[in-house]
């Protein structure tokens, strides 16, 4: 047996005794240490990545989309009122970058469901949950009948 073939085989016998974190290669420093999210001010928060402003705090529940639609529209927050549902997306966006400790001073914590889509076909209510797996977490959508609102809106600044 050669000595690559004694590596690949040592690996896979670490991997299955041990599980993925035996394997798992941690870097000693990492590449952007800059948190994503920061801190605004009156309870918002500031993607420094994509220059969406988030709500740091969510709303009552709701159990229809009109009603949390009417609410974001109708929030007058740090002196903005142009707030809107996330889509799917940006929310998914958002879970992975308090996840992943990026959130800086931001207060904002992402507990509960909450309603996504400026549209009523785009419409979904619920949370992305996680579970651990080699390489990362796996994210899913777990649908809820009522939810919450974190209203989001462009940031005019570039990011």
Known sequence: MNNRSTKVICCFLLICLTG???????????LNRQ??????????CLDT????????????TFTTWQQAKQFAEQLDAA?????????????????RTLDRKKHGN????LKGSFWTGN?????????WDSEPLCGG??????KQAAGSVIAVRLSEAPP
């Open 35 to 44: 948190p994503r999210l920061i801190d605004y001010g009156h309870s918002i």
């Open 49 to 60: 990545v994509n220059g969406l402003m988030w709500q740091a705090a969510k709303s009552e």
């Open 119 to 127: 549209t009523e076909k785009e419409a979904r209510v619920g949370f």
């Open 20 to 30: 993925c974190q035996a394997a798992s290669v941690k870097p000693t420093a990492q």
């Open 137 to 142: 977490p796996s994210y899913f959508f777990i």
């Open 79 to 95: 002196g903005f009122d142009d707030w809107r549902l996330p889509t799917y997306d940006e929310l998914y966006i958002l879970r």
């Open 106 to 109: 931001c207060p904002m914590k």
